[in-house]
């Protein structure tokens, strides 16, 4: 396999519960002056509430803006839920799906994920769907394990041709927010047998152009080593990405 030919990497900012429309705009357009000539592409996870203001401040640039979540249904009765159609009117390309902390803090689980994908393709939303094992799952041996389920749980009954517009992230929870990052070894590893489980499901063809990012604790100090590794195709960065400064030290780490 040969995951990642071309070395263009993918870089998300995933900003959590942070920043009102203002700080959003001024945040875009910042970043926008900081992202020419960059070899990766560069996606930022806003609130829902800023999704407008943020595509609005990316127009013109190559910023793809995305939402942080979406609904599992399609319309209706569903107070407090944001469709798909929606996210994608408000001016997003594509959205987070499956983030440990949505698993963890609010109960979603593989067959929910799965609903929302299929519901984000339907819609032309680029799926990113998170996976990732807990401290007792790794410390357990079932790494792989929970790996599997999550991705054939979670990506069920999707053709090749929907898998080859995803976008994967493994974020082990225990390396999110605390500032220690998995070792590139241990993200080579996980990554590798994410890589084998896509080919399983698609072909080695698919799995290769499915993009799998790493997640947890990334900063400019560990992204330089992170993306060396062959099955490491770009981040996703929570805390670090909340200073566009920061930021844009991390999106100038690059293959090769
Ligand atoms: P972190 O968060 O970079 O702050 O660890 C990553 C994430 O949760 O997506």
């Known amino acids: 396999m040969n995951p990642n030919p071309v070395k263009i990497t993918t870089t998300i900012a995933n900003w959590k519960m942070h920043k009102t429309v203002v700080e959003a705009t001024n945040y875009i357009t910042s970043l926008g002056l900081s992202t020419q000539n960059l070899r990766t592409r560069v996606g930022v996870a806003v609130p829902f509430t800023a999704i407008r203001a943020a595509a609005e401040a990316a127009r013109g640039t190559n910023i793809l803006i995305g939402s942080q979540n979406v609904s599992g249904y399609h319309e209706g009765a569903y107070t407090g839920e944001v469709s798909c159609a929606m996210v994608k009117d408000a001016g997003a390309s594509f959205c987070l ?6 698993r ?14 299929r519901l984000a393709l339907e819609q032309n939303l680029r799926p990113v769907v998170c996976i990732g094992e807990t401290i007792e799952e790794r410390k357990g041996d079932k790494t792989q394990k ?3 389920v999550q991705l054939m749980e979670g990506l069920n009954s999707l053709s090749a041709e929907e898998a080859s517009s995803l976008i994967l992230a493994y974020e082990p929870v225990w390396a999110i927010g605390n500032g220690h990052a998995a070792t590139p070894q241990d993200a080579q590893d996980a990554q590798h047998e994410c890589r084998k489980i896509l080919a399983k499901l698609w072909g080695n063809e698919v799995a ?21 590794e062959s099955d490491v195709d770009g981040f996703l960065v929570g805390g670090a990405s909340l200073e566009v400064e920061t930021f844009v030290k991390i999106l100038h780490c690059h293959k090769g």
């Not at 799906?97 to 949505?102: D, L």
């Not at 290769?208 to 060396?228: H, M, R, T, W």
């Open 146 to 148: 929970v790996l599997e």
């Open 104 to 117: 963890r803090l609010f109960h979603e689980d593989n067959a929910t994920v799965n609903m929302k994908v």
């Open 208 to 228: 290769c152009l499915i993009p799998i990012l790493y997640g947890g604790s990334v900063k400019p100090q560990n992204a330089e080593e992170l993306i060396k």
């Open 97 to 102: 799906i499956g983030h440990s902390e949505r």
